[in-house]
């Protein structure tokens, strides 16, 4: 039986990891490779990622069984146009992982590509490109399939047969009900975090001081703000509608909650932070969501020379891997606070267990 070939155009994060999960799960699958970055074709190549690099999309789209785009939300438009002048295979499935739906979803109908099944994998990571492709990724992660009308169930098992070497959970949805759910769980938080970060930049010219204060929480609770912003201009015109209707519905409980403020409405002002706390404790912990999660362990550590290299120590000797480490605050003879960030519960809850079997130290999650 001749072996099945999967084209994946984009070889950044999404696209290295998804390589690696198809082989892991399917090692006869021919995987080719086409990057506008040659060094990501070539890096793709030599870690085994890929099995060929495509000559062109014109060249490789033709001899393709499925067709991955992981590019962004604007190339992908541009190569779905591509593809539609291109005679493919009858049996060929094409899919993406824009992180918006409706406009990717609409194009290829409209362009006549009735094989078309949009995919959005709700994962990300702190790094990015090729050399940040992960197997795990997508571990517990929801990966979304938004197919056109009518649902294409065959494709879509056959897609979901393909990646299952990511262990995401599949979830099929509507591209209107993807969108609005993204923009409000994903794409307003972001832009909210952005504003904060540049408010800040402004705010520490007049007050120095906040700059340094700022490493704290402020720093935590703004940090997908670091994300890429070539990517995150497509997604908010990719999500026009949805997202003006989200930030018309911000700022008008921002100017309810400014009026509470100047009137010194004491029970509204309550009310509000109440009702947010009531909403947020019934919120699954650990889950992962379309932000990715990040996993953090407080660590009580005493001011003394050598602390943190034998914390990472202990770290590194069981093979764990960490997003960031933080001291949160040091001060002579008193306990600190070292943060140690990880990018799975299970790499967390191992860390635990050989912190508390090699010291007597005290932690604590949020």
Same mark, same amino acid.
């Given at each position: 039986m001749k072996e099945k070939q999967v084209l994946i155009v984009g070889l950044g994060l999404i696209g290295a990891s998804l390589a690696l999960a198809i082989k892991k799960e399917h090692p006869n699958t021919r995987i080719i490779g086409l990057d506008?970055?040659?060094?990501?074709?070539?890096?793709?190549?030599?870690?085994?990622?890929?099995?060929?690099?495509?000559?062109?999309?014109?060249?490789?789209?033709?001899?393709?069984?499925?067709?991955?785009?992981?590019?962004?939300?604007?190339?992908?438009?541009?190569?779905?146009?591509?593809?539609?002048?291109i005679p493919l295979k009858e049996s060929v499935i094409l899919s993406d992982a824009g992180s918006t739906k409706s406009e990717i979803v609409d194009l290829a109908e409209t362009l006549g590509l009735e094989n078309f099944i949009g995919g959005h994998p709700m994962?990300?990571?702190?790094?990015?490109?090729?050399?940040?492709?992960?197997?795990?990724?997508?571990?517990?992660?929801?990966?979304?399939?938004?197919?056109?009308?009518?649902?294409?169930?065959?494709?879509?098992?056959?897609?979901?047969?393909?990646?299952?070497?990511?262990?995401?959970?599949?979830?099929?949805?509507?591209?209107?009900?993807?969108?609005?759910?993204?923009?409000?769980?994903?794409?307003?938080?972001?832009?909210?975090a952005a504003g904060l970060v540049n408010q800040s930049k402004a705010f520490n010219k007049e007050h120095p001081g906040a700059?340094?204060?700022?490493?704290?929480?402020?720093?935590?609770?703004?940090?997908?703000?670091?994300?890429?912003?070539?990517?995150?201009t497509d997604i908010l015109l990719s999500n026009k509608e949805t997202l003006l209707g989200l930030l018309d519905n911000w700022r008008g409980e921002m100017d309810q909650v400014s009026e509470w403020i100047a009137a010194e409405n004491r029970e509204a002002i309550f009310q509000f932070f109440y009702e947010a706390k009531e909403t947020r404790n019934q919120m699954p912990i650990h889950k992962e969501g379309v932000i990715p999660a990040f996993h953090d362990l407080f660590?009580?550590?005493?001011?003394?020379?050598?602390?943190?290299?034998?914390?990472?120590? *202990?770290? +590194?000797?069981?093979? /764990?891997?960490?997003?960031?480490?933080?001291? #949160? !605050?040091?001060?002579?003879? *008193?306990? +600190?606070?070292?943060? /140690?960030?990880?990018?799975?519960?299970?790499? #967390? !809850?191992?860390?635990?267990?050989c912190i508390e079997k090699e010291t007597d130290y005290l932690w604590y999650e949020k």
């Open positions: 506008v970055q040659k060094e990501s074709e070539a890096f793709a190549l030599k870690r085994g990622m890929i099995d060929e690099i495509a000559e062109s999309l014109d060249l490789a789209a033709p001899e393709a069984d499925v067709i991955l785009l992981c590019s962004p939300v604007e190339a992908v438009k541009k190569q779905l146009q591509i593809i539609s002048r994962a990300g990571s702190h790094k990015s490109g090729v050399t940040a492709g992960d197997e795990r990724l997508f571990e517990n992660a929801y990966y979304i399939f938004t197919p056109g009308k009518p649902k294409d169930q065959k494709r879509i098992k056959a897609l979901q047969s393909l990646l299952a070497g990511t262990q995401a959970k599949f979830v099929v949805m509507s591209t209107e009900e993807h969108d609005k759910i993204t923009g409000l769980l994903s794409h307003l938080p972001h832009v909210i700059g340094r204060l700022a490493a704290g929480g402020f720093r935590d609770i703004t940090r997908i703000a670091s994300s890429d912003p070539v990517m995150w660590i009580d550590v005493p001011d003394v020379p050598g602390v943190i290299a034998e914390v990472t120590g *202990i770290i +590194g000797k069981a093979n /764990l891997s960490l997003i960031n480490l933080k001291i #949160l !605050e040091t001060r002579e003879d *008193i306990f +600190g606070i070292l943060q /140690l960030t990880f990018k799975r519960k299970e790499d #967390l !809850e191992r860390a635990k267990e």
